[in-house]
């Protein structure tokens, strides 16, 4: 039964402790414990708890601990696993109690394990809204806080600046020293790139190959500091979205080399590429086998690929969405790659969760242009599986947008795409609660996909922060950071210039910037600071109209206030009659233009003179 060599389990000893919170444990055989603690008053009741270590598969458990059953053991065909089901009633305490266990009814050892209570108010978190404006950052190319922590021994991916595809070294420590620039910015939440151990011998900071689940990575820093930024993030008002991944791990997860179970990975382990064909979730005639290389493939070989409809996996996966979001304090949670993982598994994902925070968000990663793929996953969508998603990346309406601003005005082709886009809104139960966004760490950043036009780029900017939804800018978009050499990630993932000691150029003071990408960030924190304010663009209803030579014009309203949005496209100072908008403007009013402070006279009866490549906005 002992077949693990014994070095292995010293050094998994050696990692398991230096996390912490672990459980308390002898110097036994069992090296993972995890989740290694939970709560009392869980509105769930059952936890899984699994154990890994030599040979402890025939272990038998004991507890004794008021409130507290042990209802069953699961045994699985890989005898270093052990998993244990606990039922915490409503009558446990916060407190410390032994797990003890026995092999052939002979005492082998025990570990203690912690129940903690909730902090106040815990279950009533609100999640991020459309009354938030979303940071997006890549923690390793943001800021440097501490350098110590730039190579940690054991990691075998080392700190490279000049590699594009390298670590940088940007860290927690960096983006909790920022948090009061990016609140000055006007932006009310950040999300964060993953920030979980990636032990990956190469290309590990961007994030996506979790090799821990329980771990923050050490070269961005450790669980308490983590913790530690959402905290004073909450004090200054501020959300936190943790970015998760449960479609797939690492290739060098713990699991890959010695998984619980044959089925644990997709493929029995073996590489197997996914067709990438999201349709097979929704077409009714897809083929099984199409389905099932879409859910079941990899995205790429160092990305082994999880298998959900093992229950005990899909359990794991469930507790440590909910130990983060109760250990961290986070209120909101953007899950990658989501329709991969499959509507099944994902439904029960995304239902346990709510129902432990239920005015919690998260929102999901459905990479697809057809807004009818996009809406299938939304909570309220009546489909032949029950979701409880709030919200979904609107990819189809970011497409709508730069194809909006880049193509030739013509009766499909322009602005009148964009306004196609929004025309389709009625596909989703709620497309205020979509969170809508220019670029994101995936793709060419939007300055790059507007031609670095800066009228376009201002024109893109406030179509994101006054349209309905939720809008979510990516890290350096307020400076116009663009991937001009090309358009691989690390470069899209570009240094954030002042982040770094000795940077000649610092974006947060404004030191070295040119006088347009100063502009540029006074735009954005001008923007971000009345969006923050105005509840009309928060909740108030859109009325938009076919957009006209160039021009989309649309109204965001209710029963006291009214904003006017006029977006000119055009190269070429535009003259716009404005009788068509008599609905929401008054007869005659002078009001004084949002963004630049000029005085424009408004009449329904009357022209407007709109200066080339500028938006509007007028709140009356």
């Not at 080399?257 to 097979?280: A, K, M, R, S, V």
């Not at 322009?414 to 596909?427: H, P, R, S």
Request: glycine residues 8%; negative net charge.
């Amino acid at each position: 039964m002992r077949t693990m060599n014994k070095l292995l389990g010293t050094a998994l000893i050696l990692l398991l402790t230096s996390f912490a919170g672990v459980a308390q444990q002898s110097s036994g055989d069992i090296q993972r414990v995890e989740p290694s603690f939970w709560w009392t008053e869980m509105q769930h009741p059952e936890l899984q708890v699994l154990l890994y270590g030599e040979g402890i598969g025939d272990y038998n458990a004991k507890i004794d601990y008021a409130g507290v059953e042990l209802r069953r053991l699961t045994r699985v065909s890989n005898e270093n696993y052990l998993f244990l089901h606990l039922y915490i009633t409503d009558s446990a305490r916060a407190g410390s109690f032994e797990i003890r266990f026995y092999d052939d009814g002979k005492s082998q050892e025990k570990i203690t394990y912690e129940l903690r209570s909730r902090e106040p108010g815990s279950a009533r978190r609100e999640g991020f809204n459309s009354s938030d404006a979303i940071y997006l950052i890549t923690p390793d190319r943001f800021a440097n806080g501490d350098p110590s922590n730039d190579n940690v021994e054991g990691y075998e991916d080392k700190l490279d600046r000049d590699n594009p595809d390298g670590r940088h070294g940007g860290d927690i420590e960096g983006i909790t020293g920022h948090l009061e620039d990016i609140k000055e910015m006007g932006f009310t939440a950040i999300w964060l790139n993953p920030l979980l151990e990636n032990a990956q011998p190469e290309y590990s900071y961007h994030g996506y190959s979790t090799t821990d689940f329980y771990k923050i990575d050490p070269r961005f820093g450790s669980n308490r500091a983590y913790k530690k930024m959402v905290r004073k993030a909450d004090s200054l008002g501020m959300k936190v979205i943790m970015d998760q991944i449960v479609n797939h791990i690492g290739s060098e997860h713990w699991w890959v080399e010695d998984p619980p179970t044959d089925n644990w990975i997709h493929f029995g382990g073996d590489y197997e590429q996914t067709n990438h064909q999201h349709l097979t979730i929704q077409d009714p005639y897809a083929s099984e086998y199409d389905r099932k290389h879409f859910i079941d493939g990899w995205f790429v070989r160092s990305m082994p690929d999880l298998n959900h409809d093992n229950p005990l996996l899909a359990t794991y996966l469930v507790q440590n969405s909910i130990w983060w979001i109760e250990y961290a304090g986070i209120t909101g949670i953007r899950m990658d790659t989501y329709p991969y993982s499959g509507a099944e598994f994902m439904s029960q994902w995304s239902c346990r969760v709510m129902q432990e925070y239920p005015h919690f968000n998260i929102v999901g990663e459905e990479w697809n242009w057809n807004p009818g793929v996009v809406a299938y996953w939304q909570r309220g969508k009546e489909n032949n599986h029950r979701s409880c998603l709030p919200s979904l990346m609107d990819f189809p309406l970011q497409r709508s947008l730069v194809e909006g601003l880049t193509r030739e005005e013509d009766r499909t082709n322009g602005w009148v795409q964009t306004y196609e886009m929004l025309a389709q809104d009625f596909i989703y139960p709620r497309p205020d609660q979509l969170v809508i966004f220019p670029d994101n760490h995936d793709m060419d950043r939007f300055y790059t996909q507007v031609d670095r036009n800066f009228g376009l780029w201002k024109l893109g900017m406030v179509f994101t922060f006054t349209m309905r939804g939720i809008p979510q800018i990516y890290y350096g978009t307020e400076i116009l950071m663009s991937n001009p050499d090309g358009t691989g990630h690390g470069v899209i993932r570009s240094d954030y210039p002042g982040g770094w000691s000795g940077d000649a150029v610092n974006a947060f003071t404004g030191k070295g910037l040119s006088e347009q990408e100063d502009s540029a960030k006074s735009f954005i924190r001008k923007l971000a600071q009345w969006r923050k304010k105005s509840e009309v663009i928060h909740s108030g209803k859109l009325t938009h109209f076919i957009p006209h030579k160039g021009v989309y014009a649309y109204f965001r309203h209710n029963k006291s206030d009214t904003v006017m949005v006029l977006l000119n496209k055009n190269e070429t100072t535009s003259r716009l009659s404005l009788h068509r908008y008599n609905q929401y403007l008054p007869s005659y009013i002078n009001q004084t233009e949002l963004l630049s402070g000029e005085l424009y006279k408004l009449d329904s009866r009357g022209e407007i003179t709109l200066p080339p490549r500028t938006p509007l906005i007028f709140n009356y």
